[in-house]
T-cell receptor, first 115, second 112 residues
Framework: DARVTQTPRHKVTEMGQEVTMRCQPILGHNTVFWYRQTMMQGLELLAYFRNRAPLDDSGMPKDRFSAEMPDATLATLKIQPSEPRDSAVYFC?????????????FGDGTRLSIL | GQQLNQSPQSMFIQEGEDVSMNCTSSSIFNTWLWYKQDPGEGPVLLIALYKAGELTSNGRLTAQFGITRKDSFLNISASIPSDVGIYFCAGQIRGGADGLTFGKGTHLIIQP
C-alpha cells in the first residue's frame, strides 16, 4: 500500500533551535496538509498546499513556522526558533483534489519535544 | 471556527458488544470521514461519506452521513480486541478541497 512518509519520527531539541520536519506524500496526490496533535487541542490544521502552491496557512503561527514544497515529492515544515509550547506530534497527510476527490491519508507523524 | 462535538469521550465495553459513537456540528459539512488512531501511529481512514443520508459499511463498521449535514455516526458490530484505539470523526466543508476539522476522539477500551 502507498504511504505518506515522515521524517524524523522523533526529535528532541532545546528551545531556540531550528527544527525541520519532512514529508513525502503519496505518489500522484496533489494536495498536502500539515496537522498538529496535542492533548489539549487535539488535531489541528496548520497549512496545506495544492499542486505545490500554498493555499491556506491560517492555522500556523507565522512568526516562527514556515511550510514549503520544494518539489512534488517533498513537503517541509520548519520552526525557527522553537519553543517548548511547540512540543506536539506533527502529521502530514496527502490526498487528491479534482473532479473525483480522494480522502486524505496520514503519515505516522514526527513527535517533537522542545526542552 | 468550526467545531465537531464527538461523543462519548471514552467507552469501556466487553468483547463482542456493539459500539456506537457520533459527531455533531453547528455548521454544515459536505464530507464526513472516520479515522482510527493506534498509539504511535497516524490516523487511518476507516470510512468516507460524501452524500447526505449516505450509509456506508466497511466490514463490521457502518457509518452514516446525517441528512442535515451536521452529524454523523459510526457503529462497530461484534467488537474484537484489535478494535481498541481512538476513533476520530472529521469533516470537510468543500468536499475534499480543504483541510479537515476533527472531533476530540472516542477512546475505545475492550475488556476481555
Amino acid at each position: 500500500d502507498a504511504r505518506v512518509t515522515q521524517t524524523p519520527r522523533h526529535k528532541v531539541t532545546e528551545m531556540g533551535q531550528e527544527v525541520t520536519m519532512r514529508c513525502q506524500p503519496i505518489l500522484g496526490h496533489n494536495t498536502v496538509f500539515w496537522y498538529r496533535q496535542t492533548m489539549m487541542q487535539g488535531l489541528e490544521l496548520l497549512a496545506y498546499f495544492r499542486n505545490r502552491a500554498p493555499l491556506d496557512d491560517s492555522g500556523m503561527p507565522k512568526d516562527r513556522f514556515s511550510a514549503e514544497m520544494p518539489d512534488a515529492t517533498l513537503a517541509t515544515l520548519k520552526i525557527q526558533p522553537s519553543e517548548p509550547r511547540d512540543s506536539a506530534v506533527y502529521f502530514c497527510a496527502s490526498g487528491w483534489t479534482g473532479p473525483s476527490n480522494q480522502p486524505q491519508h496520514f503519515g505516522d507523524g514526527t513527535r517533537l519535544s522542545i526542552l | 471556527g468550526q467545531q465537531l462535538n464527538q461523543s462519548p469521550q471514552s467507552m469501556f465495553i466487553q468483547e463482542g458488544e456493539d459500539v456506537s459513537m457520533n459527531c455533531t456540528s453547528s455548521s454544515i459539512f459536505n464530507t464526513w470521514l472516520w479515522y482510527k488512531q493506534d498509539p504511535g501511529e497516524g490516523p487511518v481512514l476507516l470510512i468516507a461519506l460524501y452524500k447526505a443520508g449516505e450509509l456506508t459499511s466497511n466490514g463490521r463498521l457502518t457509518a452514516q452521513f446525517g441528512i442535515t449535514r451536521k452529524d454523523s455516526f459510526l457503529n462497530i458490530s461484534a467488537s474484537i480486541p484489535s478494535d481498541v484505539g481512538i476513533y476520530f470523526c472529521a469533516g470537510q466543508i468543500r468536499g475534499g478541497a480543504d483541510g479537515l476539522t476533527f472531533g476530540k476522539g472516542t477512546h475505545l477500551i475492550i475488556q476481555p
